[in-house]
């Protein structure tokens, strides 16, 4: 069955430094990957998407993530966090269904503080 | 453009009551539609999904139901809310690969 594990609830950095978001997923197939923000008491955002081709896929945001099928992780990064990063974050396996997407399995978030 | 509506934005109903969240899809057809509740530190859940009218499939047994009406409507309903019905509901949509989702509904069961 398709899984999304992010193993971190809650991280912490400092304004300016680097971000690593982990992501495994578990999936038989090929997996469509998304990373999604969300602002508290909103809707998701989606920052980016790998489905084929190069790994390391660029989002909105100067986020960034790459695909390791080795290791079944999408790990999502940015070189330098702003105070308005902070946002809790979401990665995401889906499913393909024809030429649509189908069902999209969400992991439980990593919710990001920024320091000034 | 396509845009997604839900409604309420907030709500907050009694044990016992009934419950219609409405969900409407604008520039767009045939899409696939989807329900997720939000629980704090639980992540999203899958609660139905509908890759076409009348078409409704349900990941986990509950108190809820959906419908869809309509090509771009999708309804999440309750006939008694439960206090574990408490949380934030989110409509999404996709047609391609993406996914776009709405505002949300916060409820609060009472």
């Known amino acids: 069955a398709q899984s999304v594990t992010q193993p971190d609830i809650h991280i912490t950095v400092s304004e300016g430094a680097s971000l690593e978001l982990r992501c495994n997923y578990s999936y038989g197939a090929t997996p469509y990957l998304f990373w999604y923000v969300q602002s508290p008491g909103q809707g998701l955002q989606l920052l980016l998407k790998y489905f084929s081709g190069d790994t390391l896929v660029q989002g909105i945001k100067g986020f960034e993530a790459e695909f390791k099928r080795s290791q079944s992780s999408f790990n999502l990064r940015k070189p330098s966090v702003h105070w308005s990063d902070a946002a809790e974050y979401f990665c995401a396996v889906g499913a393909s269904r024809g030429s649509t997407l189908g069902r999209l399995y969400f992991g439980r978030g990593t919710q990001l503080t920024v320091w000034p | 453009s396509q845009t997604i509506h839900q409604w309420p934005a907030t709500l907050v109903q009694p044990v016992g009551s009934p419950l219609s969240l409405e969900c409407t899809v604008e520039g767009t057809s045939n899409p696939n539609l989807y329900w997720y509740r939000q629980a704090a530190g639980r992540g999203l859940q899958l609660l139905f999904y509908?890759?076409?009218?009348?078409?409704i499939s349900s990941e986990v047994p509950q108190n809820l139901s959906a419908s869809r009406p309509q090509d771009r409507q999708f309804i999440l309903s309750s006939k008694k809310l439960l206090l574990s019905d408490s949380g934030f509901y989110l409509c999404?949509?996709?047609?391609?690969?993406?996914?776009?989702f709405g505002q949300g509904t916060r409820l609060t069961v009472v």
């Open positions: 509908s890759v076409g009218i009348g078409q």
């Open positions: 999404a949509w996709s047609s391609s690969f993406e996914a776009f």
